[in-house]
């Protein structure tokens, strides 16, 4: 069965970083891009990004270039998101999700992360 | 960019009716398009992708169609396990860049 499992919950103050965990299972792991994408209280889904696991090149939507870093350790099979200068409004849940074809690049996202709650709050 | 706008906001309907949500593009789009399923305190899940294929496992009660910029998920004979928030989701062709509509609440009436 394809897992994806996330870190746990995080509090962090504004102007700090956070690294959030994504650990997959149950496949070939560079196979597989692997989008991130958060939920902020009550509202849609905003994705931020896209690292491709078999070259580690990354693509980052507009708003988080220059605070959004996407970096995977193969051997684990694991994939990192780490978002620096945190501002209240980075308050939101973090889901990973696996691209749901391998070589595809990001496309529709199949399965997801359970989700990993980040509140910044001084 | 480009926007995808769902409607209804919400829909009140009943166990055994029928369920129509709409996405709307503000510019013409591929067939990377997709919908989710999600439900209070969960993950998104799959339902369709390349706007009409069910995703395995899917209940067959859920069908997609649409191309250019208006598209439809519809579901047949609605069960308690159904009533949840339900995304829209485009990727544009160059950069492969995602956007999500802003969801249709599908409540029991």
């Known amino acids: 069965q394809v897992h994806l499992v996330q870190s746990g919950a995080e509090v962090k103050k504004p102007g700090a970083s956070v690294k959030v965990s994504c650990k997959a299972s149950?496949?070939?792991?560079?196979?597989?891009?692997v989008s991130w994408l958060r939920q902020a209280p009550g509202q849609g889904l905003e994705w931020m990004g896209w690292?491709?696991?078999?070259?580690?090149?990354?693509i980052y939507a507009q708003k988080f270039q220059g605070r959004l870093s996407l970096t995977a350790n193969t051997s684990a099979t694991t994939v990192f998101m780490e978002l620096t200068s945190l501002i209240s409004d980075d308050t939101a849940v973090y889901f990973c999700?696996?691209?749901?074809?391998?070589?595809?690049?990001?496309?529709?996202?199949?399965?997801w992360g359970q989700g990993t709650q980040v509140i910044v709050s001084s | 960019e480009i926007v995808l706008t769902q409607s209804p906001a919400t829909l009140s309907l009943s166990p055994g009716e029928t369920a129509t949500l709409s996405c709307r593009a503000s510019q013409m789009i591929s067939d990377y398009f997709a919908w989710y399923q999600q439900k209070p305190g969960q993950a998104p899940r799959l339902l369709i992708y390349a706007a009409s294929k069910r995703a395995p496992g899917i209940p067959a009660r859920f069908s997609g169609s649409g191309s250019g910029t208006d598209f439809t998920l519809t579901i047949h004979s609605l069960e308690p396990e159904d009533f949840a928030v339900y995304y829209c989701?485009?990727?544009?062709?160059?950069?492969?860049?995602?956007?999500f509509g802003g969801g249709t609440k599908v409540e029991v009436k």
């Open positions: 690292i491709n696991l078999y070259n580690g090149k990354t």
């Open positions: 989701q485009q990727r544009s062709s160059w950069p492969p860049l995602i956007t």
């Open positions: 999700a696996r691209d749901r074809m391998e070589y595809s690049g990001p496309n529709s996202f199949d399965p």
């Open positions: 149950g496949y070939t792991f560079n196979n597989y891009g």
